[in-house]
């Protein structure tokens, strides 16, 4: 993939997260957008997940699926904070 395609992914993924959360039942949106990337291990997709749902990581229908997110980046980059 290609650096700018790589870029123009990870914002139109901040651009679907904000979408997510203007519509009805954002919550519960997110929480099955956040699960449509399990399977994925790049550390920028999963970095830019937990910017996305940074401002409500303590919500209980997401906060369980975004710290999944977090060990699993961390298992790849190491300790974040």
Excluded: C, Q
């Amino acid at each position: 993939m290609k650096k700018s395609s790589t870029i123009d992914e990870l914002v139109d993924m901040h651009h679907k997260g904000k979408e997510i959360m203007a519509g009805e039942n954002p919550f519960h949106n997110m929480l099955t957008y956040l699960k449509s990337f399990d399977g994925s291990n790049d550390a920028n997709v999963l970095k830019t997940l937990l910017v996305i749902t940074k401002s409500f990581k303590d919500n209980e229908v997401i906060k369980e699926k975004r710290e999944e997110i977090k060990n699993k980046l961390e298992s790849i980059v190491g300790e974040i904070h």
